[in-house]
């Protein structure tokens, strides 16, 4: 296992994945568990995953993707949704609208890094049509998908991309 800031510099977008390699159960269900130790507005959990590995599913979600046809190639994608209805009984419109939202991208985001430290790849999918895949889903009423995450043994070393300064970004007060 690496340290975290070693899985977090090695974290990179892959969109070529082995097709001769399954994700192991054991690895989707760490990556899995991790998601869940995400903290959450009031320990509410405000999210859903979906797992997805049928290949008709992972080419329908391709198509409603805008053709990101690595949707496809990787053998899981995991879909995060926010729950909506589940926040909003303890805080209303802003539980609703903003902390489900948070909720369910703070999973995505350490299933995310769970994946690097179980050898895997992942891409972070946002370009994609929420209502076609709830519907491909068959998703239950209220649950909004905000984020797709592939995963999958890379078939690539993608490049690092360079990042904003931190005097950029950050400021001092
Ligand atoms: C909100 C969000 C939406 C994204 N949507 C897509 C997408 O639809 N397709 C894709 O290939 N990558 C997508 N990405 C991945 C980014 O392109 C990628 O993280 C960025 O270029 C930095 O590269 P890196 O992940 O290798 O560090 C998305 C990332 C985020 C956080």
Known sequence: MWDFFETVRRRHSVRKYRTDMAVETEKLHA???????????GDLQSYHIAVVTTPALRQALAEAAAGQEFIAEAPVTLVFCSHGERAAAKYGERGRELYAL?????A???????????GLGSAWVGQFD??????LLKLD?????????????????????????????????
């Open 31 to 41: 990556v899995l568990e991790m998601a869940c130790a995400a903290p959450s507005a």
């Open 102 to 106: 948070q909720d369910a991208t703070i």
């Open 108 to 118: 995505a985001t350490y299933a995310q890094l769970a994946v690097v430290a179980a």
């Open 130 to 135: 929420a209502t076609a895949v709830a519907r």
């Open 141 to 173: 009423a209220g649950l909004r998908p905000i984020a797709l995450l592939t995963v999958g043994y890379p078939a690539e070393l993608p490049e690092p991309t360079p990042r904003r300064h931190l005097t950029e970004v950050v400021s001092y007060r």
